[in-house]
C-alpha cells in the first residue's frame, strides 16, 4: 500500500508540474463543456418561407398571416409559380414552399378532402425535417383557434391535428439531450487520451526503465498511475454536473450516488483502454491516433446525434463493444427520466464486465511490452 501511495504522490506532482497536461486536463474540457452545447444547436431559429396561393380566400389569407407572425419565420410574400420557388429554393433564398390549392376554402367548409402542399429544401435533412414540423404545428394552432367559429359555420371538417405531449423533454429543448452527452464526452476524453500518452510518454523519455528494474510489481505500477486521473476524472464529472445545473439549468432527475457509482465504473472502463493503448505503443503520436480512431467510433456509435435503433445490423453488432453507448444510456435514463438501479442493472453489469477485461489486458500487456 505504501508503494502505491508514493506512486499517487508522484503522480500527481507530475501532473501539477505539467502545464500542458493540466490545460488539457482542466481548461480544455470546460471551455468545450460550455462552449459546444450553444453552437450544436438542433434549434431552428428561422426558417425562410414563401407561398403559391390558388385558392386566394379569407382562410388562406388568414393562413400566410399566422407564419408571418411567427418568430420563427421569415416571409417571403406569395409567389406567381412553381418556377419562381423553385428558383429561390435552388439559390437557397427560401427553405419551404406551401402551396394552397384552388378552393382550399371551400372545401372546408364542405368538408371536402383539402390538402396544404408542403415543400422543403431538403439538402439539410435535419433542418427540413424540423423545418416541416415548425409548419405543421403553425397549422395545428391555426385549426385550434378557428375550430369554434368553424363548428358555427357547420362544418365538420374543421379538425385539430394530434396534441404532442413530450414526457422528460417537455419542451424539447435540445440542450437538456446534448449538455448530458457532452460531459459522456469529456469523461472519455479525460479517461482513454490523456492516460494513453502517460506510459507511452514514460517509454520515450526513459523513466519507464528506471521503474521497470525497480522492485515495484506491475499491478501496483498501473494502480498508481490510474488512480490519480480516476480522481481527477471524477472532479471533472462533478464539475461538470454543477455547470451543468447552473449554466443550462439541467438538473440529475434521478440518483445522484447512482449517477456517481456508474460513472466511476465508465472512467474505470477509459482509464483500462488508454493504459492498454499506452502499453502496446511505441510513441505518443501512435496512441494519439488510435485514440482518435476509436473516439470517433465510439461517438458516431453511442446514439448521441443519431438513434441507435436506426442504425444498420452490422453497426448494432459493433455497438455491443461500445462502452460509450451503455454510459449514454445511464445518463439519459438518469438525468432525464429520473431511472433508478433496476432499470439500469444490464448498463452496470456490461460495463463493469468490460473494467475487469479491459485492465487485466491493460496489465497483461504492460507485461509483454517489459520483455
Do not use: C
Amino acid at each position: 500500500m505504501r508503494i502505491i501511495l508514493i506512486l499517487i504522490k508522484k503522480e500527481f506532482l507530475q501532473v501539477f508540474r505539467n502545464t500542458l497536461l493540466m490545460q488539457i486536463l482542466i481548461v480544455a474540457p470546460l471551455v468545450q463543456f460550455l462552449l459546444f452545447p450553444f453552437t450544436a444547436d438542433y434549434e431552428i431559429k428561422t426558417l425562410n418561407i414563401a407561398f403559391i396561393d390558388h385558392d386566394r380566400s379569407t382562410i388562406t389569407r388568414e393562413m400566410r398571416n399566422k407564419f408571418e407572425y411567427s418568430k420563427y419565420f421569415i416571409s417571403h410574400g406569395l409567389l406567381e409559380a412553381k418556377k419562381e420557388a423553385e428558383a429561390l429554393m435552388l439559390n437557397d433564398d427560401i427553405d419551404i414552399l406551401i402551396e394552397f390549392p384552388a378552393n382550399f376554402e371551400k372545401n372546408i367548409m364542405t368538408a371536402a378532402p383539402a390538402t396544404i402542399a408542403i415543400t422543403a429544401n431538403a439538402i439539410n435533412s435535419v433542418k427540413a425535417g424540423i423545418g416541416v414540423g415548425y409548419v405543421q404545428t403553425v397549422l395545428g394552432e391555426f385549426y385550434e383557434d378557428k375550430v369554434t367559429e368553424w363548428g358555427a359555420i357547420g362544418s365538420t371538417s374543421a379538425k385539430l391535428l394530434p396534441t404532442n405531449i413530450y414526457w422528460y423533454n417537455e419542451q424539447m429543448n435540445y440542450k437538456n439531450l446534448i449538455v448530458p452527452g457532452i460531459l459522456v464526452i469529456l469523461v472519455t476524453l479525460i479517461g482513454a487520451y490523456v492516460t494513453a500518452l502517460n506510459i507511452v510518454r514514460e517509454k520515450e523519455i526513459g523513466t519507464i526503465e528506471q521503474i521497470n528494474v525497480s522492485p515495484i510489481q506491475k499491478w501496483q505500477f498501473l494502480v498508481g498511475k490510474m488512480i490519480p486521473f480516476w480522481i481527477l476524472g471524477m472532479a471533472e464529472f462533478l464539475l461538470g454536473l454543477f455547470l451543468m445545473k447552473i449554466v443550462f439549468d439541467i438538473s440529475v432527475q434521478g440518483s445522484l450516488p447512482v449517477l456517481i457509482s456508474v460513472t466511476s465504473i465508465y472512467l474505470l472502463v477509459m482509464l483500462g483502454l488508454g493504459f492498454f493503448i499506452s502499453s502496446i505503443s511505441t510513441n505518443q503520436l501512435q496512441a494519439m491516433f488510435i485514440v482518435f480512431f476509436l473516439f470517433i467510433v465510439f461517438v458516431l456509435l453511442s446514439g448521441l446525434f443519431t438513434p441507435i435503433e436506426g442504425m444498420p445490423q452490422w453497426a448494432k453488432y459493433i455497438n455491443y463493444l461500445n462502452p460509450m453507448s451503455y454510459y449514454m444510456d445511464v445518463i439519459k435514463l438518469i438525468v432525464l427520466k429520473g431511472s433508478g438501479i433496476d432499470e439500469i442493472k444490464m448498463q452496470i453489469s456490461v460495463l463493469s464486465g468490460m473494467a475487469v477485461i479491459i485492465n487485466a489486458a491493460a496489465l497483461l500487456s504492460y507485461r509483454e511490452a517489459r520483455r
